[in-house]
């Protein structure tokens, strides 16, 4: 049988600069529901890239004397060495330079115009230019950019226009339908309150006060306004257009999910549809508009002073100790804080202490008591029924929360399951029993924990794949399929274990913090 397919992309991430740690969020957050799909056995693609066209990347190109594309060229491979960097698992990184996207991209224009969506008109606006967006008088917050909060400019232009209000009714009816298709629901009601229902007004598509950028091809003192460049990447890469569509465009699409930020829910949830049902194509299935990471409590921001990079953050406490945090800590709905501090704790209590140890106590002792073999099941007791049935239970709780798109709660669930497995060491004292030369209890307790380990190390490995990977090593197993998690017995007497080696190393909390101010100041 065909396995099922799922689509997943993030937000393509601007090559203006190097992404902060926010930005780096969609696309972990993106692989853990990724990978969490290809364990379930589905067909997975996931797709993520980077958005290289826009103004600001024309003046910024200016300020460093290179071109345009030599500019792109340098932030797409950072972009990238990042998303590596947290291994993330995407199967294709797409470019808005990227031929195929800019050919798809004249001929949606054509194709919109053609039909009479896009026709040409004069736009009159403020304009905010770091953020390339016009905004009207009642958007703006205290008379600056309701986005980046600088001054905007009186700025008019001719320009071809996309009929968004045509779609209006459409728009809102579809969205009423279909509840599942903005998550969180809160995100849709923002939606519908302060952008759909006060009126679309049509969109202004294309710029002629810049060049870098997609030219339109039956008038080309004009590129292609970014948003339709941008969110068309879901579709071009994967071989639509209008005039010559690939095939496979309809094996894959629709997408699954889009993961993008709160502050671009709205181009995903407005926008994106309209363009869609433009070209006669289906919508997306779901958009998740996620919160935001945030560092002392306030927004990131160069001016100040409190960007964090992810890679560098992993290069000091490892990819999946920064994998850990941003999943765990930003929750569905609520924005996430981070400090080295917050870090730091999280990284002793649930890593190293949760999990770390429970994993070397639990080797080590197999290597005291069966000289690093693990033993058959013996005598069994009411505590180990009920060990099983509360990882049963948190096994529930970690796909329900995955299938609502839950992540850190799905995540807690897992490490409950460690947490449970460190309470069943204390409920059952291995070393007494070892003691009293209870050596058939003795045998279940180890059988167990290790089978309770084992099942934890499957579920961590969409979020920390490298500590699953090291924890299969160490028990010497790869019995890692979802399939072997019901039944309690998919630990094999008579393995070897291999040597314990510590996952995650705790943290001197004062020592680092000391080391990690003196290197940033
Ligand atoms: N290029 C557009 C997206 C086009 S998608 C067709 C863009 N790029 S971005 O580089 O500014 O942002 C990339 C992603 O990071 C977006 O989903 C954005 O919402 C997200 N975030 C930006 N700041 C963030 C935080 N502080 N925390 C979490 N996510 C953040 O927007």
């Known amino acids: 049988m065909d396995k099922k397919k799922y689509y997943i992309t993030t937000a393509i991430a601007y090559t203006s600069g190097k992404p902060h740690i926010g930005n780096t969020y969609d696309v972990v957050l993106a692989d853990a529901i990724a990978r969490y799909k290809r364990l379930q056995g589905y067909d997975v693609y996931f797709q993520t890239g980077s958005d290289e066209h826009g103004e600001k990347i024309e003046l910024k190109a200016k300020e460093n004397n290179i071109t345009p594309k030599e500019y792109v060229d340098k932030y797409a491979n950072i972009i990238k060495s990042v998303w590596d960097k947290m291994n993330t698992s995407y199967d294709k990184f797409v470019r ?71 779609y209006q009714d459409k728009l809102i009816q579809y969205i009423n339908e279909h509840p599942e298709f903005i998550q969180p629901e809160a995100r849709r009601n923002e939606m519908i309150k302060n952008f759909i229902e006060p009126g679309l007004q049509d969109l202004c598509v294309s710029r002629t006060s810049f060049t870098w950028g997609i030219p339109v091809t039956f008038d080309d003192k004009h590129i292609v306004y970014v948003w339709l460049d941008a969110l068309t990447n879901y579709i071009t890469n994967i071989g639509y257009d209008p005039y010559n569509c690939d095939s496979k465009f309809n094996d894959i699409w629709p997408c699954d999910l889009h993961v993008v930020g709160k502050d671009i829910t709205r181009f995903h949830t407005v926008y994106w549809p309209c363009f869609l049902w433009s070209l006669g194509i289906d919508l997306p299935k779901q958009v998740l508009g996620h919160p935001w990471l945030l560092t002392n409590d306030v927004k990131m921001s160069k001016s100040l002073g409190n960007i964090v990079y992810a890679d560098e953050l992993a290069d000091k406490f490892g990819t999946d100790a920064v994998r850990y945090y941003l999943l765990h800590e930003i929750s569905y709905m609520n924005d996430g804080n981070l400090t080295y501090e917050l870090l730091i704790d999280r990284y002793n209590s649930d890593l190293a202490n949760t999990l770390g140890n429970l994993v070397n106590r639990t080797i080590s002792m197999v290597n005291k008591y069966f000289n690093g073999q693990v033993p058959d099941i013996g005598t069994t007791a ?140």
């Open 382 to 521: 009411d505590i180990d029924l009920q060990l099983k049935s509360d990882i049963e239970e948190y096994i529930n709780g970690i796909n329900n929360n995955m299938d609502n798109l839950h992540i850190a709660l799905a995540l807690d669930n897992v490490i409950d399951i460690f947490r449970r497995s460190n309470k069943y060491i204390d409920e059952t004292t291995p070393w007494i029993l070892f003691k009293e030369n209870n050596i058939d209890r003795l045998k279940t307790v180890m059988y167990n924990l290790l089978e309770a380990i084992r099942i934890g190390a499957i579920f961590l490995s969409p979020f920390l794949p490298d500590a699953s990977k090291n924890i299969f090593k160490q028990i010497n197993s790869n019995n890692n399929t979802l399939d072997s998690v019901h039944d309690f017995n998919g630990t094999i007497s008579g393995t070897k274990l291999n040597t314990p080696e510590p996952l995650f190393a705790r943290i001197d909390k004062e020592e680092a913090l000391k080391n990690l101010l003196k290197k940033d100041n």
């Open 96 to 166: 808005t330079t990227d031929p195929i996207h800019e050919k798809a991209v004249q001929n949606i224009f054509k194709y919109m115009y053609d039909k009479g969506d896009i026709y040409k008109g004069e736009y009159k606006g403020l304009y905010c230019t770091p953020c390339e967006s016009f905004w009207t008088e009642s958007q703006l917050v205290d008379g600056m950019c309701p986005d980046c909060g600088r001054e905007v400019k009186e700025a008019t232009e001719e320009a071809y226009f996309f009929k968004l209000s045509k």
